[in-house]
């Protein structure tokens, strides 16, 4: 298997761009509805939209220089999860993303990587800011945001009735 070109390490993870053949693994997160649930429209992905997601990973690279990435286990092939920078539906602001598959969880590697997709955006990128948004009841994710020090703002409502959290960090706050 074809490894993408490392972007950055944390103790335990190695950050890669993702390339195709990290579909299948994206399959395993993001199929999982326990996983899904937190993410997108809460909706498991099919794996021909994890296809897709590489094809426009690839794009957002080509443009941008960053988009979602894959998180490995130091010295392991397998895909633990997903992290990234992107801008959905074009926003202007990076929107800070992660997933992991359900037998990573609870062992700190959200923790672990947040902090350093942060860095790594501010000192690479130069980006002024970085949000995130999750939904209110995942409390896992807020507390993993909270403890890398992002801040909540007010909560963004949706067209069907509900509210996303919203949470920021800027260059000069980061831990």
Not at 17 to 38: H, T
Request: hydrophobic share 40%; glycine share 12%.
């Amino acid at each position: 298997m074809s490894l993408g070109t490392v972007l950055f390490q944390t103790r335990r993870l190695v950050v890669q761009r993702l390339v195709p053949a990290d579909a299948e693994g994206m399959f395993a997160v993001y199929g999982d509805p326990q996983v899904s649930r937190w993410a997108g429209d809460g909706q498991p992905l099919p794996l021909s939209e994890c296809v897709r997601w590489v094809e426009v990973t690839e794009r957002n690279v080509a443009q941008r220089g960053y988009g979602m990435c894959a998180v490995r286990r130091r010295g392991e092939p397998g895909l633990l999860g997903c992290c990234g920078l992107v801008h959905p539906g074009g926003q202007a602001e990076a929107e800070l993303k992660y997933a992991f598959h359900r037998d990573a969880w609870g062992q700190g590697l959200a923790s672990e990587v947040v902090p350093a997709l942060l860095r790594w955006g501010f000192e690479t990128f130069g980006l002024p800011e970085i949000i995130a948004t999750v939904m209110p009841a995942n409390e896992a994710s807020l507390n993993v945001l909270r403890k890398a020090g992002l801040q909540r703002l007010p909560d963004r409502p949706n067209d069907d009735g509900s509210v996303t959290a919203m949470l920021r960090i800027g260059r000069a706050e980061l831990r």
